[in-house]
């Protein structure tokens, strides 16, 4: 029994977890609670690597460490079900997306179970179960049914604003809405309007709203993306062109909470880093609005700016290529021109057309508009730099004080005006590319000043108003795809109508394939007799990915509840999430989505805190360490990296996975492909040695470690620990798996302090050592620490000195293993859960309690003084650290140990440093 079978005790307590539901949890009010969440998954056909554990595993040694700090914890697990992966790969193959899932889901589960995590699965939720989109789709009924309220400042139900529009009209309704939909309207003239009318203004004051919206539309795929799906003008999935264009899209209001989604910033245990991504996102900006009347035409242009009190340099105005007036305000001559550049820029991103700030390009209409403020007529131009989706779509160019405008007017020849009334070019120009450094609206105000001046003047002039502008949009919602949540809603006569809440879940047709109609309608067009009451026809478009991950942290509180999301107790005992782990990538998508959801959840009274995640930490990427060979150019031989530039080649990646300490695996790499069984190679030393660099983990670049392939060959002990090992937690590392062994090589030494040489489990009674016992008492106290600042690198170290130290003291004292092997525990559980019954325990080692650090033992009682003679170390004398300094003097010189070093004669003084050294002086 002295080898440390790990193969065989991981799964002999995986089973047991599972039989004895371990890490079940419910409800438990004389325990304090502890929500320890990890980002929700996507099951992809690929499984996990060795990257993707990282957060799991410290999810889950903080879950284990709550436990036996006395928390009632709760760790769930589930899966981001729904998404296009598994939709594209239906279209290639025919195979249903449920088919496909369900088998990506049990390959993910048998590798978190291969792990030791200590997820609760009986709280399992997945995002594609009807029993759970049933909630997702009732909580868009409720979006639906509701508007924002600017004066109570929160969501209520759509039935008091219409309460208001029939006792006094809409003038003196402060809402989050769509203005320029909306007309004026009196009690009198609401109760007069169709029903059809009627429901045409709510729906531009519903925070689920159906509307003419920009979006990222990609022809190739068939459907609407997000613009995190977009990257350098193409989808990141696949690589096929996107263009921008309107299209009628359900959306939510999210920017009626950009204020509240601000401002809660301050009350979240968030990253900087992660809370100024989200306050760049929602863009606040504190302005005007101005009117700009086009030359010959009754329209006029709304222009949102920042810096009003530039209005008099404004030289030229930009307007997005995609705003709706742009046929109409393109002159003849122009038409072909504008027309080419319209269509270029519809394939490029919105991140893309946001960040090149070198790429100068743009079109002048043939159109003029008028300054509001001095009557002087100027070009309105078109460029890609102008997004139709933020503020107006439209911007007021004055290049005397912006050097992007600046850089603009340069190009394309454009007038640089002064923006001082009154002033000359000379005296506002500046050395620095001729940008104005000091603007204001009136000479010798200071711009806040001069900004409150030019808005006073503009609402004086009913040309504008002061305004606050957020640069966050509302979230299209509709996706042109199968494999997503039906959205339950119905037409009549043109309009959206709910599903009643007792119809819920409405579920997903079957249909015969996953693409399009041939009409162009997404593929639940293709669903047969597919209608509402066998008349009305559904919604054929699906909510997008970041639905059901919107809420799913909710439902694991109550996921067996079929009458309520969440139900009251159980959201009331845990609250929200205390400690939330995933990655930085989802700071503006998900976060930001799932703080908008729970803040309307909060409105309605379903939910009873503020935020939903208090503690954020985002982990680090793990990187892949790739090997290459190379091969001779013009024939199939491999000379090794050292003798490599004796010959012309080309590097090539290989497996990792044939490769080990960067010693290929000859016989395997002819196994490798068809092409290399004839493979010959220029050896050095008789080895093949391989190059490497440090590069992203992916299946082309061969670097891809399984982790299944070092739980069996290492154990998931070693594996958990050796991930924790390689540095900080929220810091990018390369993985290399050459490094592992010292971890498991620690993990055996710590197994033989349990055992007699002989090879018997033997664990002594005896009382420990002071040694023993501050060994053990700093290991406890500096582990408590690490994990409680999630410093989970640095306890791997400790342990390591620990054992280290016990083994040259030769301890096996239970009174020092077995509280070590507690805080061990959620580290190397399984080893530990082996050791704790060896010790005599009959429950889990989860129930244990992490045992109390005493200072008294870290204290040191003694101290070792170097003796020195005229100032040369003679040997060392072990004195009480209390002990006075007259009696070590008398005991250094009665010792013994210098009497040859004095050679008979009386020191003439002993200086005595206390706890430092001692020095005699002959």
């Known amino acids: 029994m002295s080898d440390y079978n790990f193969n065989q005790i991981e799964k002999k307590w995986q089973l047991y977890w599972n039989q004895k539901q371990t890490f079940s949890v419910s409800i438990d009010p004389n325990r304090p609670k502890y929500y320890v969440l990890d980002m929700f998954p996507y099951p992809s056909g690929a499984g996990l690597h060795v990257g993707h554990p990282l957060g799991y595993i410290a999810s889950d040694i903080v879950a284990r460490y709550k436990r036996i700090k006395g928390f009632n914890v709760l760790h769930p697990m589930g899966f981001d079900a729904f998404g296009l992966p598994a939709e594209q790969y239906a279209i290639q193959t025919g195979q249903h997306p449920a088919e496909t899932t369900e088998q990506n889901i049990a390959r993910y589960k048998e590798q978190l179970a291969n792990m030791g995590f200590s997820f609760d699965w009986n709280r399992e939720v997945r995002t594609s179960d009807p029993d759970y989109y049933k909630w997702t789709q009732w909580i868009f009924l409720k979006l639906f049914e509701s508007w924002y309220n600017q004066e109570t400042n ?13 006792t006094s009209g809409n003038t003196q309704v402060k809402a989050a809405c769509n203005e320029e939909a909306i007309p004026d309207f009196t009690a009198e003239q609401w109760q007069h309007y169709k029903e059809k009318q009627q429901q045409e203004i709510l729906l531009s004051y519903r925070l689920a709203f159906l509307s003419d919206a920009t979006v990222n539309w990609c022809p190739a795929l068939g459907t609407v993306l997000a613009n995190d799906e977009v990257k350098d003008g193409v989808s990141e999935r696949g690589g096929y062109p996107v263009i921008r264009q309107k299209m009628k899209q359900w959306s939510l209001r999210i920017s009626a909470y950009a204020e509240r989604l601000l401002n809660d910033l301050d009350h ?28 010959n035409s009754e329209h006029q242009l709304k222009v949102f700016t920042t810096r009003a009190d530039t209005i008099y340099g404004v030289s030229f105005l930009v307007i997005a290529p995609e705003h709706e007036w742009v046929p109409e305000l393109t002159s003849p001559e122009q038409k072909k021109a504008v027309e080419e550049y319209v269509n270029t820029a519809k394939n490029r991103s919105e991140r893309d057309r946001m960040s090149d700030v070198k790429h100068i390009s743009g079109v002048f209409t043939g ?44 190009h394309f020849n454009l007038p640089i005006i002064p923006v001082i009334e009154g002033s000359t070019p000379d005296e506002v120009y500046e050395a620095k590319e001729g940008i104005m450094m000091n603007s204001g609206f009136l000479n010798g105000l200071t711009v806040k000043e001069a900004m409150k001046a030019a808005v006073a003047k503009f609402e004086e002039m009913g040309v504008g108003k002061g305004k606050v502008q957020y640069r966050i949009h509302d979230a299209v919602f509709g996706r042109q795809r199968y494999w997503g949540e039906p959205i339950p809603i119905y037409y ?78 159980a959201e009331k ?50 990187q892949g360490r790739s090997n290459f060979i190379y091969r001779v150019n013009g024939t199939n031989k491999f000379v090794s990296h050292n003798l490599r530039h004796q010959y012309d080649f080309t590097p090539l990646h290989v497996d990792v996975n044939i490769v080990e300490n960067d010693i290929l695996n000859i016989e395997a790499f002819k ?42 060959k290492v154990g998931a002990d070693t594996l958990r620990m050796y ?89 096996n004292k239970r009174a020092i293993l077995e509280p070590l092997t507690i805080i061990l525990s959620p580290y190397a559980p399984h080893l530990a859960e082996e050791i704790w019954q060896m010790l005599g325990h009959v429950d889990s080692i989860s129930y244990a309690r992490f045992p109390q650090w005493e200072e008294k033992f870290l204290t040191e009682n003694s101290f070792e003084y170097p003796i020195s003679v005229n100032g040369k170390m003679r040997g060392k004398l072990t004195f009480p650290t209390t002990m006075p300094k007259e009696l070590i003097e008398k005991e250094v010189v009665s010792s013994g140990l210098i009497d040859k070093y004095l050679e008979g004669k009386t020191p003439k003084k002993v200086i005595v440093v206390p706890n430092k050294i001692v020095n005699v002086v002959v």
Not at 154 to 166: N, Y
Not at 269 to 292: C, H, V, Y
Not at 683 to 700: F, N, T
Request: some cysteine.
């Open 671 to 712: 196994l490798w492909r068809t092409d290399l069984a004839d493979a010959e190679f220029i050896l050095e030393d008789g080895k093949y040695i391989c190059g490497w660099e440090i590069e992203k983990m992916s299946k082309s670049k061969y670097n891809v470690v399984n982790p299944d392939d070092l739980v069996h």
């Open 154 to 166: 929160k969501a209520e139900p759509i039935a008091t604003l219409v309460q208001k529009f029939k």
């Open 367 to 410: 159109s003029y508009v008028i300054n509001p403020i001095n009557g002087v007529e100027i070009p309105l131009w078109i460029a890609d730099y102008v997004l139709a989706g933020y503020g107006t779509g439209v911007v007021m160019a004055v290049p005397a004080s912006d050097s992007r405008d600046f850089n603009f007017a340069k």
């Open 723 to 811: 991930e924790m090992f390689l540095g900080p937690l929220e810091q990018f590392k390369p993985w290399n798996t050459n490094g592992i062994d010292g971890v498991h090589k620690f993990l055996k030494r710590y197994w033989k302090l349990f055992f007699a040489p002989s090879g018997n489990f033997y664990v002594s009674d005896e009382d420990p050592t002071s040694a023993e016992l501050k060994t053990l008492h700093k290991t406890i106290k500096k582990v408590e620490e690490d994990i409680e600042r999630f410093s989970f690198n640095t306890s791997v170290s400790t342990f390591m000195i620990c054992v280290n130290e016990l083994t040259t003291l030769k301890c």
């Open 268 to 295: 979240v245990d968030w990253t900087d880093p992660i809370k100024e991504m989200q306050r760049n996102w929602i863009g606040k900006s504190i302005g005007a609005e101005l009117n700009f009347k086009i030359k």
């Open 492 to 569: 009549k006569n043109d309009i959206p109508y709910p599903l009643p809440e007792s119809e819920l879940p409405l579920i997903l047709p079957e249909i015969d394939a996953f693409l399009p109609t041939e009409t162009g309608e997404p593929p639940l067009g293709r669903a047969k007799d597919w209608k509402y009451k066998g008349q009305y026809h559904y919604e054929l478009t699906t909510m997008p990915g970041w639905a059901g991950s919107s809420w799913y942290y909710l439902r694991y509180m109550s996921p067996e509840n079929n009458e309520q999301f969440v139900s009251p107790e």
């Open 573 to 622: 005992y845990w609250g929200n999430v205390d400690l939330y782990i995933g990655g930085s990538e989802h700071a503006t998508g998900h976060l930001l989505y799932a703080r908008f959801w729970y803040k309307f959840l909060n409105d309605l009274g379903f939910v009873s805190q503020v935020e939903p995640f208090k503690k954020l930490i985002n982990q680090g990427m793990i």
